[in-house]
């Protein structure tokens, strides 16, 4: 597995302009005094996403059937993606969650801390989440089709939660009743269910992908 990470971090390196860019405009926006998590939430989501570029550049030019002739299993590849991915995400969401809140910091803009560490470990948790839906789409339907489900199922998923909502507040269900029943748990209780929740969702999506790759023709 050493191999595919060498490879797809050689791929990723060929996209630094892109994250050049991605570094300027977070600097810009730290600069312009703009919302800090916002900039924790673009970059995280930018860089973590181009894990799915690798999987673009693995099918170009039908290149899987070369790639699956070489000593590693499939089950192999699956579990590289979801490390790299990860693995990404999460170093660039801590590097971005460090920076801004020293820009914060430096700046004496006003952080309560526990607020702020918890908007940026939602950011990591969403990050994750996406990635889990992502993946296994992604490798089940390839670069071009993957895009227009990914579309459709973020769709869907919008549209689920904000259905949620109403039916919720017809059924006289408020929001701050619902905030207050979270925090009934305290931030150990949250913290505890949020990491089940991506654990598990992780866990479902890494076996779905291992299946369709798989039972997949190159």
Do not use: H
Not at 84 to 108: E, N
Not at 146 to 158: D, E, M, S, T, W
């Amino acid at each position: 597995m050493k191999g595919l990470l060498l490879k797809d971090w050689k791929l990723l390196k060929n996209q630094r302009n892109l994250f050049v860019a991605v570094g300027a405009f977070a600097v810009f926006f730290c600069m312009m005094d703009q919302n800090l998590g916002f900039v924790v939430g673009y970059v995280t989501f930018v860089c973590a996403m181009t894990v799915l570029s690798t999987v673009t550049y693995d099918e170009f030019n039908n290149g899987n059937v070369f790639l699956f002739t070489l000593p590693f299993t499939r089950r192999q590849y699956v579990t590289e993606k979801y490390v790299f991915g990860l693995g990404i995400g999460t170093a660039v969401w801590l590097s971005i969650s460090l920076a801004t809140t020293a820009v914060g910091l430096a700046r004496a803009q006003q952080l309560a801390m526990g607020e702020w560490v918890l908007t940026c470990l939602a950011f990591w948790v969403l990050m994750s989440l996406v990635l889990a839906i992502s993946l296994p789409l992604q490798l089940k339907f390839g670069a071009e089709k993957g895009r227009l489900v990914l579309l459709v199922a973020y769709g869907f998923l919008i549209g689920a939660g904000v259905a949620v909502y109403y039916v919720g507040q017809m059924l006289g269900v408020q929001a701050s009743q619902v905030t207050r029943w979270m925090e009934s748990f305290g931030i150990g209780g949250m913290a505890a269910a949020t990491i089940l929740l991506v654990i598990a969702a992780l866990a479902l999506s890494y076996t779905i992908s291992r299946k369709i790759v798989e039972n997949k023709a190159f």
